[in-house]
Protein backbone atom coordinates (compact mmCIF):
# COMPACT_ATOMS: atom_id res chain seq x y z
CA UNK A 1 0.00 0.00 0.00
CA UNK A 2 0.89 3.49 -0.78
CA UNK A 3 2.22 6.19 2.10
CA UNK A 4 -0.69 8.24 1.08
CA UNK A 5 -3.37 5.56 1.32
CA UNK A 6 -1.65 3.70 4.42
CA UNK A 7 -2.12 7.95 5.78
CA UNK A 8 -5.88 8.15 4.63
CA UNK A 9 -6.91 4.53 5.67
CA UNK A 10 -5.21 5.16 9.38
CA UNK A 11 -6.87 8.45 9.96
CA UNK A 12 -10.10 7.72 8.73
CA UNK A 13 -9.78 4.98 11.02
CA UNK A 14 -9.00 7.18 14.22
CA UNK A 15 -11.34 9.95 13.28
CA UNK A 16 -14.46 6.97 13.15
CA UNK A 17 -13.02 5.94 17.31
CA UNK A 18 -12.97 9.79 17.64
CA UNK A 19 -16.55 10.35 16.38
CA UNK A 20 -17.47 7.50 18.40
CA UNK A 21 -16.05 8.53 21.68
CA UNK A 22 -18.09 11.36 21.17
CA UNK A 23 -21.09 10.26 20.42
CA UNK A 24 -20.79 8.04 23.51
CA UNK A 25 -19.82 11.50 25.70
CA UNK A 26 -22.44 13.63 24.46
CA UNK A 27 -25.04 10.63 24.99
CA UNK A 28 -24.11 10.76 28.63
CA UNK A 29 -23.51 14.64 28.56
CA UNK A 30 -27.13 15.62 27.71
CA UNK A 31 -28.34 14.24 31.43
CA UNK A 32 -27.39 15.16 34.62
CA UNK A 33 -29.05 12.55 37.24
CA UNK A 34 -29.17 13.25 40.78
CA UNK A 35 -27.55 10.29 43.17
CA UNK A 36 -29.51 9.90 46.46
CA UNK A 37 -29.74 6.96 48.61
CA UNK A 38 -33.85 6.30 48.94
CA UNK A 39 -35.11 2.97 48.78
CA UNK A 40 -38.61 4.10 48.71
CA UNK A 41 -37.97 6.64 45.87
CA UNK A 42 -35.74 4.10 43.40
CA UNK A 43 -36.41 6.49 40.26
CA UNK A 44 -34.63 9.51 41.15
CA UNK A 45 -31.62 7.83 39.16
CA UNK A 46 -33.45 7.65 36.12
CA UNK A 47 -33.87 9.90 32.99
CA UNK A 48 -37.75 9.97 33.13
CA UNK A 49 -40.62 6.93 35.18
CA UNK A 50 -43.35 6.67 36.64
CA UNK A 51 -45.08 4.25 38.88
CA UNK A 52 -47.15 3.54 42.25
CA UNK A 53 -45.77 4.35 45.65
CA UNK A 54 -47.47 2.25 48.05
CA UNK A 55 -47.99 4.23 51.78
CA UNK A 56 -47.87 1.61 54.90
CA UNK A 57 -50.87 1.59 56.97
CA UNK A 58 -52.87 4.07 54.27
CA UNK A 59 -56.01 3.69 52.24
CA UNK A 60 -54.10 5.37 49.23
CA UNK A 61 -51.75 4.69 46.84
CA UNK A 62 -49.56 7.49 45.09
CA UNK A 63 -48.84 8.01 41.41
CA UNK A 64 -46.13 9.82 40.48
CA UNK A 65 -44.07 11.29 36.90
CA UNK A 66 -40.57 12.02 37.30
CA UNK A 67 -37.85 13.79 34.75
CA UNK A 68 -34.71 14.29 35.62
CA UNK A 69 -32.59 15.91 32.55
CA UNK A 70 -30.74 18.20 31.37
CA UNK A 71 -29.69 19.68 35.01
CA UNK A 72 -32.66 19.74 36.27
CA UNK A 73 -35.62 17.53 37.84
CA UNK A 74 -39.61 17.56 37.68
CA UNK A 75 -41.89 15.36 39.93
CA UNK A 76 -45.58 15.26 39.81
CA UNK A 77 -47.67 13.42 42.13
CA UNK A 78 -51.11 12.17 42.29
CA UNK A 79 -53.35 10.55 44.86
CA UNK A 80 -55.09 7.76 43.82
CA UNK A 81 -56.99 4.13 45.79
CA UNK A 82 -59.11 1.36 44.01
CA UNK A 83 -61.50 1.70 46.21
CA UNK A 84 -62.73 4.91 46.49
CA UNK A 85 -60.64 6.81 43.18
CA UNK A 86 -60.49 9.99 45.01
CA UNK A 87 -59.52 13.20 43.13
CA UNK A 88 -58.33 15.88 43.63
CA UNK A 89 -54.86 15.24 45.14
CA UNK A 90 -51.98 16.64 42.63
CA UNK A 91 -48.30 18.14 43.62
CA UNK A 92 -46.09 19.23 40.53
CA UNK A 93 -42.48 20.61 41.40
CA UNK A 94 -39.30 21.31 40.20
CA UNK A 95 -35.55 21.33 41.58
CA UNK A 96 -33.26 23.81 39.26
CA UNK A 97 -29.70 25.22 40.19
CA UNK A 98 -28.68 28.86 39.23
CA UNK A 99 -25.77 30.37 38.13
CA UNK A 100 -24.38 31.12 41.55
CA UNK A 101 -24.75 27.51 42.44
CA UNK A 102 -27.65 27.91 44.42
CA UNK A 103 -30.67 24.83 44.57
CA UNK A 104 -34.15 26.14 44.30
CA UNK A 105 -37.37 23.60 44.85
CA UNK A 106 -40.64 25.16 43.58
CA UNK A 107 -43.96 23.37 44.35
CA UNK A 108 -47.53 24.38 43.76
CA UNK A 109 -50.46 22.38 44.99
CA UNK A 110 -54.22 22.72 43.59
CA UNK A 111 -55.57 23.06 46.62
CA UNK A 112 -59.44 23.80 45.76
CA UNK A 113 -61.72 24.21 43.26
CA UNK A 114 -64.20 27.69 43.69
CA UNK A 115 -67.50 28.58 42.01
CA UNK A 116 -67.76 33.00 41.99
CA UNK A 117 -69.98 35.33 40.31
CA UNK A 118 -67.89 37.88 38.82
CA UNK A 119 -70.38 40.70 40.31
CA UNK A 120 -68.03 44.04 39.32
CA UNK A 121 -66.92 42.72 35.81
CA UNK A 122 -62.92 42.46 36.96
CA UNK A 123 -62.83 37.93 35.61
CA UNK A 124 -61.12 37.41 38.86
CA UNK A 125 -63.28 36.68 42.46
CA UNK A 126 -62.91 39.29 44.97
CA UNK A 127 -62.70 37.80 48.61
CA UNK A 128 -62.42 39.11 51.84
CA UNK A 129 -63.62 36.87 54.43
CA UNK A 130 -62.37 38.83 57.08
CA UNK A 131 -65.38 41.02 56.91
CA UNK A 132 -67.36 38.19 55.33
CA UNK A 133 -67.69 39.98 51.82
CA UNK A 134 -66.87 37.38 48.86
CA UNK A 135 -67.69 37.07 45.02
CA UNK A 136 -67.18 33.46 45.97
CA UNK A 137 -70.63 31.06 46.03
CA UNK A 138 -69.03 27.63 46.42
CA UNK A 139 -66.33 26.03 47.87
CA UNK A 140 -66.13 22.56 45.75
CA UNK A 141 -65.06 19.74 47.48
CA UNK A 142 -64.08 16.28 45.19
CA UNK A 143 -64.09 13.20 46.91
CA UNK A 144 -64.07 10.36 44.68
CA UNK A 145 -64.42 9.12 40.71
CA UNK A 146 -65.88 5.78 39.51
CA UNK A 147 -62.41 4.90 37.54
CA UNK A 148 -59.06 6.58 36.87
CA UNK A 149 -56.47 5.82 34.36
CA UNK A 150 -53.00 7.11 33.51
CA UNK A 151 -51.32 8.47 30.77
CA UNK A 152 -47.88 6.23 30.96
CA UNK A 153 -44.55 9.10 30.99
CA UNK A 154 -42.92 8.87 27.55
CA UNK A 155 -40.34 10.93 25.34
CA UNK A 156 -41.19 12.64 22.06
CA UNK A 157 -38.67 14.16 19.63
CA UNK A 158 -40.42 17.78 18.38
CA UNK A 159 -37.97 19.24 15.85
CA UNK A 160 -35.10 18.02 17.67
CA UNK A 161 -36.05 18.73 21.22
CA UNK A 162 -36.73 16.33 23.87
CA UNK A 163 -40.48 16.72 25.05
CA UNK A 164 -41.51 14.20 28.06
CA UNK A 165 -45.47 13.92 28.41
CA UNK A 166 -47.52 12.51 30.93
CA UNK A 167 -50.66 12.09 32.82
CA UNK A 168 -53.74 11.45 34.72
CA UNK A 169 -57.38 11.42 34.18
CA UNK A 170 -60.40 11.00 36.59
CA UNK A 171 -63.79 9.81 35.03
CA UNK A 172 -66.62 10.66 36.72
CA UNK A 173 -65.97 12.48 39.25
CA UNK A 174 -67.94 13.46 42.22
CA UNK A 175 -68.16 16.78 43.90
CA UNK A 176 -69.52 18.91 46.14
CA UNK A 177 -70.33 22.24 46.33
CA UNK A 178 -70.06 24.07 49.89
CA UNK A 179 -71.17 27.63 51.10
CA UNK A 180 -67.54 29.09 52.01
CA UNK A 181 -68.99 31.27 54.81
CA UNK A 182 -71.09 29.26 56.09
CA UNK A 183 -70.20 25.65 54.97
CA UNK A 184 -72.99 23.60 57.26
CA UNK A 185 -75.67 26.20 56.42
CA UNK A 186 -77.88 26.64 53.34
CA UNK A 187 -77.89 25.01 50.15
CA UNK A 188 -75.22 23.29 48.16
CA UNK A 189 -75.35 20.74 45.23
CA UNK A 190 -73.75 17.37 44.43
CA UNK A 191 -72.03 17.14 41.03
CA UNK A 192 -70.76 14.52 38.79
CA UNK A 193 -67.83 15.87 36.30
CA UNK A 194 -67.48 13.66 33.12
CA UNK A 195 -63.80 13.59 33.50
CA UNK A 196 -61.13 16.00 34.63
CA UNK A 197 -57.69 15.23 33.11
CA UNK A 198 -54.23 17.05 34.19
CA UNK A 199 -51.31 16.36 30.93
CA UNK A 200 -48.22 17.76 31.33
CA UNK A 201 -45.44 18.38 28.62
CA UNK A 202 -42.06 19.27 29.80
CA UNK A 203 -39.11 20.24 27.46
CA UNK A 204 -35.53 22.29 27.90
CA UNK A 205 -34.42 24.88 25.42
CA UNK A 206 -31.15 26.94 26.08
CA UNK A 207 -31.31 27.58 29.88
CA UNK A 208 -35.03 28.04 30.18
CA UNK A 209 -37.52 24.95 30.82
CA UNK A 210 -41.25 24.92 29.70
CA UNK A 211 -43.86 22.75 31.86
CA UNK A 212 -47.31 23.12 30.04
CA UNK A 213 -50.02 21.55 32.23
CA UNK A 214 -52.87 21.34 31.11
CA UNK A 215 -56.56 21.26 32.74
CA UNK A 216 -59.49 18.81 30.68
CA UNK A 217 -62.30 19.60 33.07
CA UNK A 218 -65.39 17.80 31.38
CA UNK A 219 -68.97 18.77 31.58
CA UNK A 220 -71.46 17.92 34.30
CA UNK A 221 -73.42 15.19 33.70
CA UNK A 222 -75.12 15.30 37.02
CA UNK A 223 -76.24 18.26 39.36
CA UNK A 224 -78.63 17.65 42.79
CA UNK A 225 -79.46 20.38 45.33
CA UNK A 226 -78.78 18.93 48.57
CA UNK A 227 -79.22 20.32 52.15
CA UNK A 228 -75.89 21.38 53.64
CA UNK A 229 -76.52 20.68 56.99
CA UNK A 230 -77.39 17.46 56.38
CA UNK A 231 -75.35 16.28 53.17
CA UNK A 232 -78.53 14.42 51.87
CA UNK A 233 -80.40 15.70 48.45
CA UNK A 234 -83.44 17.39 48.30
CA UNK A 235 -86.21 15.62 47.02
CA UNK A 236 -87.96 15.85 44.63
CA UNK A 237 -84.84 15.74 42.56
CA UNK A 238 -83.68 19.65 41.73
CA UNK A 239 -80.69 21.17 40.00
CA UNK A 240 -79.04 23.73 41.01
CA UNK A 241 -78.22 26.42 38.24
CA UNK A 242 -74.74 27.81 37.82
CA UNK A 243 -75.64 30.09 34.91
CA UNK A 244 -73.46 33.25 34.76
CA UNK A 245 -70.89 31.32 37.57
CA UNK A 246 -67.17 31.47 36.97
CA UNK A 247 -64.49 28.99 38.04
CA UNK A 248 -61.59 29.17 39.63
CA UNK A 249 -58.77 26.57 40.37
CA UNK A 250 -57.17 27.71 43.73
CA UNK A 251 -53.67 26.64 43.99
CA UNK A 252 -50.47 27.75 46.80
CA UNK A 253 -47.05 27.65 46.38
CA UNK A 254 -43.82 25.96 48.89
CA UNK A 255 -40.32 27.66 47.72
CA UNK A 256 -36.95 26.20 49.52
CA UNK A 257 -33.58 27.65 48.16
CA UNK A 258 -30.59 27.81 49.26
CA UNK A 259 -30.30 31.49 49.39
CA UNK A 260 -33.26 33.91 50.61
CA UNK A 261 -36.16 34.15 47.96
CA UNK A 262 -38.83 37.01 46.84
CA UNK A 263 -41.94 36.51 45.07
CA UNK A 264 -43.25 39.10 42.43
CA UNK A 265 -46.93 39.88 40.64
CA UNK A 266 -46.58 41.47 37.30
CA UNK A 267 -42.78 42.96 38.19
CA UNK A 268 -44.10 44.48 41.18
CA UNK A 269 -43.06 42.67 44.79
CA UNK A 270 -46.11 40.76 46.38
CA UNK A 271 -46.26 38.05 49.35
CA UNK A 272 -49.69 36.77 50.11
CA UNK A 273 -49.05 36.16 53.94
CA UNK A 274 -47.61 40.08 54.25
CA UNK A 275 -50.35 42.13 52.21
CA UNK A 276 -53.79 42.43 53.68
CA UNK A 277 -56.17 42.30 51.48
CA UNK A 278 -54.59 43.38 48.17
CA UNK A 279 -56.20 40.76 45.45
CA UNK A 280 -54.02 41.74 41.86
CA UNK A 281 -54.68 40.40 38.48
CA UNK A 282 -51.66 38.30 37.68
CA UNK A 283 -50.06 38.21 34.17
CA UNK A 284 -46.75 36.91 35.13
CA UNK A 285 -45.62 35.92 39.43
CA UNK A 286 -42.15 35.52 39.23
CA UNK A 287 -39.73 33.77 41.70
CA UNK A 288 -36.51 34.95 42.18
CA UNK A 289 -33.39 33.94 44.56
CA UNK A 290 -30.45 36.56 45.94
CA UNK A 291 -32.04 38.52 42.91
CA UNK A 292 -31.61 36.07 39.81
CA UNK A 293 -34.63 34.78 38.29
CA UNK A 294 -35.40 31.54 39.08
CA UNK A 295 -39.34 30.51 37.73
CA UNK A 296 -41.98 31.93 36.73
CA UNK A 297 -45.34 31.12 36.73
CA UNK A 298 -46.78 32.59 33.21
CA UNK A 299 -50.72 32.69 33.29
CA UNK A 300 -53.15 34.33 30.56
CA UNK A 301 -53.73 32.96 27.65
CA UNK A 302 -57.02 31.33 25.65
CA UNK A 303 -59.31 28.52 27.36
CA UNK A 304 -62.21 27.24 25.30
CA UNK A 305 -65.86 26.34 26.73
CA UNK A 306 -67.78 23.85 24.72
CA UNK A 307 -71.31 24.69 24.84
CA UNK A 308 -73.46 21.91 24.28
CA UNK A 309 -73.74 18.36 23.50
CA UNK A 310 -72.04 17.06 20.33
CA UNK A 311 -74.15 14.00 18.23
CA UNK A 312 -73.58 12.42 15.08
CA UNK A 313 -75.15 15.60 13.34
CA UNK A 314 -74.38 18.67 15.47
CA UNK A 315 -71.34 19.25 17.11
CA UNK A 316 -70.45 21.37 20.35
CA UNK A 317 -70.14 24.50 19.99
CA UNK A 318 -66.56 25.78 20.77
CA UNK A 319 -66.20 29.29 22.24
CA UNK A 320 -62.54 31.00 23.04
CA UNK A 321 -62.39 33.22 26.36
CA UNK A 322 -58.90 34.59 28.08
CA UNK A 323 -58.14 33.20 30.93
CA UNK A 324 -57.21 35.30 33.63
CA UNK A 325 -55.27 34.90 37.41
CA UNK A 326 -55.23 36.25 40.56
CA UNK A 327 -52.44 36.49 43.24
CA UNK A 328 -54.49 35.86 46.43
CA UNK A 329 -53.99 37.19 49.80
CA UNK A 330 -54.53 34.92 52.80
CA UNK A 331 -57.79 37.18 53.63
CA UNK A 332 -59.59 36.01 50.21
CA UNK A 333 -60.29 32.37 51.35
CA UNK A 334 -61.91 31.01 54.73
CA UNK A 335 -60.34 29.11 57.15
CA UNK A 336 -63.59 27.24 57.93
CA UNK A 337 -62.87 25.53 54.87
CA UNK A 338 -59.46 25.79 54.17
CA UNK A 339 -57.27 25.18 57.12
CA UNK A 340 -53.96 26.34 57.19
CA UNK A 341 -51.88 22.93 56.09
CA UNK A 342 -53.01 21.87 52.68
CA UNK A 343 -55.06 19.29 53.24
CA UNK A 344 -54.87 17.63 49.95
CA UNK A 345 -51.10 17.79 49.91
CA UNK A 346 -51.24 15.55 53.36
CA UNK A 347 -50.56 12.61 51.57
CA UNK A 348 -47.40 13.41 50.00
CA UNK A 349 -45.72 14.73 52.99
CA UNK A 350 -43.81 11.39 53.56
CA UNK A 351 -42.78 11.22 50.10
CA UNK A 352 -41.26 14.49 49.77
CA UNK A 353 -38.08 14.42 51.57
CA UNK A 354 -36.16 16.49 49.54
CA UNK A 355 -32.29 15.25 50.34
CA UNK A 356 -33.92 11.69 48.59
CA UNK A 357 -34.82 13.07 45.75
CA UNK A 358 -32.60 15.64 45.16
CA UNK A 359 -29.53 14.79 47.51
CA UNK A 360 -28.08 18.06 49.84
CA UNK A 361 -29.28 19.03 52.43
CA UNK A 362 -33.04 20.28 53.06
CA UNK A 363 -35.57 21.34 55.57
CA UNK A 364 -38.64 19.36 56.10
CA UNK A 365 -41.41 19.95 53.21
CA UNK A 366 -44.77 21.45 54.45
CA UNK A 367 -47.61 23.08 51.85
CA UNK A 368 -49.12 25.68 54.14
CA UNK A 369 -51.38 28.62 53.39
CA UNK A 370 -50.35 30.94 55.94
CA UNK A 371 -46.44 30.22 55.39
CA UNK A 372 -46.90 30.74 51.56
CA UNK A 373 -45.69 33.41 49.77
CA UNK A 374 -47.45 32.91 46.87
CA UNK A 375 -50.84 31.87 46.79
CA UNK A 376 -52.85 32.07 43.45
CA UNK A 377 -55.92 31.36 41.29
CA UNK A 378 -56.22 30.48 37.76
CA UNK A 379 -59.53 31.96 36.65
CA UNK A 380 -62.66 31.10 33.78
CA UNK A 381 -64.64 33.75 33.71
CA UNK A 382 -67.21 32.27 31.64
CA UNK A 383 -67.59 28.60 32.88
CA UNK A 384 -71.56 27.95 33.27
CA UNK A 385 -71.09 24.24 34.26
CA UNK A 386 -69.76 23.67 30.30
CA UNK A 387 -66.73 21.77 29.76
CA UNK A 388 -63.06 24.40 29.67
CA UNK A 389 -59.56 23.17 28.57
CA UNK A 390 -56.90 25.41 29.35
CA UNK A 391 -52.89 25.12 29.45
CA UNK A 392 -51.24 27.66 31.63
CA UNK A 393 -47.22 26.75 31.64
CA UNK A 394 -44.14 27.28 34.06
CA UNK A 395 -40.57 28.82 33.15
CA UNK A 396 -37.91 27.90 34.96
CA UNK A 397 -34.14 29.38 34.32
CA UNK A 398 -31.52 26.60 34.64
CA UNK A 399 -27.86 27.79 34.66
CA UNK A 400 -26.30 23.83 34.54
CA UNK A 401 -28.11 22.42 32.31
CA UNK A 402 -25.42 20.05 31.48
CA UNK A 403 -26.08 20.15 28.01
CA UNK A 404 -23.18 21.10 25.56
CA UNK A 405 -24.06 21.17 21.91
CA UNK A 406 -21.16 23.61 21.22
CA UNK A 407 -18.41 20.59 22.58
CA UNK A 408 -17.83 18.61 19.23
CA UNK A 409 -17.21 22.38 17.35
CA UNK A 410 -15.20 23.37 20.47
CA UNK A 411 -12.98 20.61 20.60
CA UNK A 412 -13.02 19.21 17.12
CA UNK A 413 -9.97 20.95 15.67
CA UNK A 414 -7.48 20.13 18.60
CA UNK A 415 -9.24 16.79 18.39
CA UNK A 416 -8.51 16.74 14.76
CA UNK A 417 -5.00 17.99 14.91
CA UNK A 418 -4.34 15.24 17.33
CA UNK A 419 -5.97 12.24 14.80
CA UNK A 420 -3.81 14.02 12.22
CA UNK A 421 -0.56 13.50 14.29
CA UNK A 422 -0.96 10.34 15.13
CA UNK A 423 -1.90 9.27 11.54
CA UNK A 424 1.57 10.51 10.22
CA UNK A 425 3.58 9.00 13.09
CA UNK A 426 2.23 5.87 12.53
CA UNK A 427 2.15 6.06 8.61
CA UNK A 428 6.38 7.05 9.18
CA UNK A 429 6.73 3.99 11.47
CA UNK A 430 5.22 2.23 9.21
CA UNK A 431 7.54 3.08 6.46
CA UNK A 432 10.61 1.53 8.65
CA UNK A 433 9.12 -1.95 8.04
CA UNK A 434 8.00 -2.56 4.41
CA UNK A 435 5.73 -4.67 3.18
CA UNK A 436 7.58 -8.08 1.93
Not at 18 to 29: A, I, N, P, R
Not at 142 to 149: C, L, R, V
Not at 198 to 209: E, Q
Not at 267 to 296: F, H, M, R, W
Amino acid sequence: MKRSGRVFAIALVMISLVGLCFTTVLQFSSFSFVSAASPSLSFVGEEYANGTITKANSWCSIWYDWVNAFGTQVINYAVYDDFYRTPIENLLGQHLQLEDGSDVFVASGLGAFEVYRDLNGDAIPQADFTYGESEILYYMFMNMSDTYSVIPIQKVMENGVPHYEWGFTYVNAYAYLLNPVTPRQGLGAGLIFDHIIFTYDFSVTGNISNLKANFDIGGIVSNRVLDAETMRFIEPEQQLSLDGLSLALLYTTATYASKPYSTSVNGNPYNSTTLGTVVKSADVASIEVAAQKAYDFVFGGNYTVLRGESNETHPAKIETYEAKAEAAPLTSFPFKIYEPPVRQISSFRDELKLEGLFAGSWPEFNMNYNTSALIYRICFPVWDGMPIQHDPVFVGYIYNTDEIPELPIIIAIPFLAVVILLALVLAKNTDKYPSR
